[in-house]
């Protein structure tokens, strides 16, 4: 019989990278890569909960994508346009909500609309949540942040500190997750990844099926975290 895995992260966090050079390989364009991660990215989310994560964020949209042609970017605000009209009720039908983390203002106003509407509409008592980074950079995060901070004109504490940034309502990733074989952070969650297991694999996003997540998630549970201490 399969071993059950015990240890299982609470929060996962994914840079989802290599779409484009999957498409490449296929001589296709790099939106049929991005449409081929999202398709990946809702098999994860589904086996994130069915293995017992509770969190799961996804770095679908970086602050530094925006400068990317308009074509690729218009691609992305079409899945974008798609997940928030038909997959998310898939989500919310199993009881999970949809959140999203970065600076959404930069967007187009229907998708910005559509985002909205998707998290306001999400379960109120969902035990499972889909964390979206849309046009997120770690540093504008952390500058909000201190901004935030000044403005109320008195220092403050860590805690205080985690409770201004976009995922104030949130533990911080147990592990973050980084495909396409890259070894870095590219501005993904820098302050709230101070004690985050890190898992780098070659494989390309699209291709980062059900098995290669539970290899990440028994990864981690062998780890042993001491955040510090002996
Ligand atoms: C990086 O691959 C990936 C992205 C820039 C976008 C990730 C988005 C998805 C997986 C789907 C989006 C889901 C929603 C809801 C919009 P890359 O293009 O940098 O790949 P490369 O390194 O091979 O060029």
């Given at each position: 019989m399969k071993q059950q895995i015990i240890n299982v992260p609470r929060h996962v966090a994914v840079i989802m990278d290599g779409n484009g050079r999957w498409a490449k390989k296929r001589l296709m364009p790099r939106t049929f890569g991005h449409a081929a991660g999202m398709n990946a990215m809702i098999a994860m989310a589904r086996k994130a909960k069915a293995m017992g994560i509770t969190y799961l964020t996804v770095y679908a949209l970086s602050t530094e994508n925006l400068a990317r042609p308009k074509?690729?970017?218009?691609?992305?605000?079409?899945l974008i346009r798609k997940y928030f009209t038909k997959n998310v009720k898939d989500l919310y039908a199993e009881g999970a909500a949809v959140r999203v983390i970065g600076d959404i203002t930069a967007l187009p106003e229907d998708v910005q609309k559509l985002i909205k509407e998707g998290v306001e509409n999400s379960p109120k008592d969902a035990q499972f949540f889909?964390?979206?980074?849309?046009?997120?950079?770690?540093?504008?995060?952390?500058?909000?942040?201190?901004?935030?901070?000044?403005?109320?004109?008195?220092?403050?504490?860590?805690?205080?500190?985690?409770?201004?940034?976009?995922?104030?309502?949130?533990?911080?990733?147990?592990?973050?997750?980084?495909?396409?074989?890259?070894?870095?952070?590219?501005?993904?969650?820098?302050?709230?990844?101070?004690?985050?297991?890190?898992?780098?694999?070659?494989?390309?996003?699209?291709?980062?099926?059900?098995?290669?997540?539970?290899?990440?998630?028994?990864d981690y549970s062998r780890r042993n975290r001491r955040f510090g201490k002996v």
């Open positions: 074509e690729e970017l218009e691609g992305l605000y079409s889909v964390i979206l980074a849309l046009n997120y950079g770690a540093r504008a995060e952390i500058v909000r942040m201190v901004n935030a901070a000044i403005s109320r004109g008195e220092r403050i504490s860590e805690e205080q500190a985690s409770a201004l940034l976009d995922t104030a309502d949130m533990p911080d990733p147990d592990l973050i997750i980084r495909t396409g074989g890259e070894i870095r952070l590219s501005n993904f969650l820098l302050w709230q990844a101070a004690y985050a297991e890190l898992y780098f694999t070659d494989v390309l996003f699209p291709d980062f099926d059900e098995k290669e997540f539970e290899k990440a998630i028994d």
